[in-house]
């Protein structure tokens, strides 16, 4: 994880990103975009992660969008020609994306906001499913003010949120929205004092999430999305379908005990999703059916070989042994690692970007050289 732009911790299924560029307002570039995305995904794939909360360091959440990206704006983002128009657009569905992904993972995300949440920043707001402030918090739609419509989904899922009219008048006029006043028409549930209070209130908040069946709160994420953007009538065949699909007797009568014997419910983590982007690294090579005519000369059948690569999973790289012999090798005492679980699913390079720097550069380089070696 670049921490140019990010920090993140995790501990009892809670994961807590920080916004971590205070000098710069947390701006945001495209580098940030995307290693916002990278972050989520990995921990959705790991089924470990049960909240995320989002806050930021220093006085403000976040500035929006770097200036220094609107500078180059006519270099990437041209519109000179039909071609060029349409890689415009994929390039802005690449950025909604971003923040898209806030709202399709599995577990609830809440954004804690202290001082300004503007342009960008408020999109990536909107795009959580809890928001509490700070007393000093203030929100603006910025992107009016320097010529523009603002683009990454704010005009599409702030009037889902607060009035209509409230947000026009937003967008219209690039005013900002003060604490009190976005308290009072619901764009946050709380408004504290201060950061500490805060930091105290959100983390009060993920705990009390994460001790809920991680499965119902999954189930009920995926409900409540799918209502907001469809009709009552289809939104309950939707739910009916929905609880058939994921009814869980032994949650429920884990819960009822819990709640029974005034202890705190243990539930069963959602497992991981499919790594498919690891599928590239996978090399399988079959037999024709005709296998006499395939045959080699010698009379011995060619044998189907795995390739790893640190594009692998972690749990592919763990699950051979002579693969897991040599990341032991490079990178001692890793499968045995605490939080090594919530690594599985992912590919060994993204699970270094969360290492904090305990899986360098270097160690993956002869990692990759080694695992060659074995073809």
Avoid at 335 to 352: F, K, N
């Amino acid at each position: 994880m670049n921490e140019k732009y990010f920090r993140l911790s995790t501990e009892a299924g809670i994961a807590h990103l920080l916004l971590n560029r205070p000098d710069r307002l947390n701006v945001m570039d495209p580098a940030f975009y995307t290693g916002l995305r990278e972050i989520v995904q990995a921990l959705d794939a790991s089924g470990e992660v049960r909240v995320l909360v989002i806050s930021s360091t220093g006085k403000h959440f976040s500035a929006g969008m770097d200036f220094e990206v609107f500078a180059n704006i006519s270099n990437d983002f041209d519109t000179r020609s039909p071609r060029k128009r349409l890689g415009f657009q994929r390039a802005l569905a690449d950025l909604m994306d971003c923040f898209e992904v806030l709202d399709k993972a599995r577990f609830p995300v809440i954004c804690a906001v202290q001082g300004g949440c503007i342009g960008g920043g408020l999109d990536l707001a909107v795009a959580c499913d809890i928001r509490v402030c700070t007393a000093d918090a203030f929100f603006c739609l910025q992107e009016t003010q320097i010529g523009m419509v603002a683009d990454l989904g704010v005009l599409q899922r702030l009037p889902k949120l607060i009035p209509a009219g409230v947000v026009r008048q937003m967008a219209y006029t690039s005013e900002r929205l003060s604490a009190e006043r976005a308290l009072a028409v619901g764009l946050v549930n709380a408004v504290l004092p201060d950061a500490d209070a805060l930091h105290l209130h959100v983390m009060e908040l993920a705990r009390s999430i994460a001790s809920k069946s991680p499965l119902a709160v999954a189930g009920s994420k995926t409900a409540m999305n799918y209502a907001r953007d469809h009709g009552t009538a289809e939104s309950l065949q939707h739910m009916a379908l929905l609880q058939s699909a994921i009814f869980d007797t032994s949650d429920l009568s884990e819960a009822i005990a819990g709640w029974q014997a005034k202890r705190e419910s243990r539930f069963e983590p959602l497992p991981p999703l499919p790594a498919i982007q690891s599928l590239g690294s996978l090399q399988v090579s079959s037999a024709p059916a005709d296998s006499q005519a395939s045959a080699p000369k010698d009379g011995t059948r060619e044998k189907t070989q795995m390739s790893y690569s640190i594009e692998s999973t972690v749990s592919d790289l763990l699950g051979s042994a002579a693969a897991k012999a040599i990341v032991e090798k490079h990178l001692p005492g890793l499968s045995s690692h605490p939080q090594i679980d919530m690594a599985r699913g992912m590919p060994l390079t993204t699970a270094a970007k969360f290492a904090g720097g305990l899986i360098s550069q270097d160690a993956l380089e002869k990692i990759e050289a080694d695992l060659k070696a074995l073809d």
